[in-house]
């Protein structure tokens, strides 16, 4: 029979600590701008700005990065967090008249 402050888990009234799955971190992915012949250079300081969260001097070194060798990576995040960002640089790229581009890989 249950005691009369409902101790009835066979606890002891001890409380559980956090399990394994409870604490687990999330899986992380990148998001990896890429390069064209066309996005403004400015454009892209203001997504990694904005978007991406990023200060005025690594929004614009991540863009040299991405305009001199090919990609970059704009940030790491849990999947679906990486796919609305992506969502949302392409709509305003598309919006601006920009053909920017990015991909979501492991971290
Ligand atoms: N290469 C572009 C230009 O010369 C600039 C640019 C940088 C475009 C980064 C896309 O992800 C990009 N205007």
Do not use: C
Request: proline share 6%; hydrophobic share 35%.
């Amino acid at each position: 029979m249950p005691d009369r402050v409902g101790h009835d888990d066979q606890t002891g009234g001890a409380v559980k600590e956090r399990s394994r799955e409870k604490t687990k971190e999330p899986t992380l992915y990148s998001v990896v701008l890429l390069n064209d012949d066309y996005t403004p250079m400015q454009f892209v300081v203001d997504v990694l700005e904005t978007l991406f969260l990023k200060s005025p001097a690594e929004a614009y070194r991540i863009m040299m990065q991405v305009h001199l060798g090919g990609r970059g990576v704009a940030g790491i995040y849990p999947w679906e967090v990486a796919e609305t960002k992506v969502d949302t640089l392409t709509s305003q790229a598309r919006e601006a008249g920009h053909p920017l581009q990015a991909t979501i890989e492991d971290a």
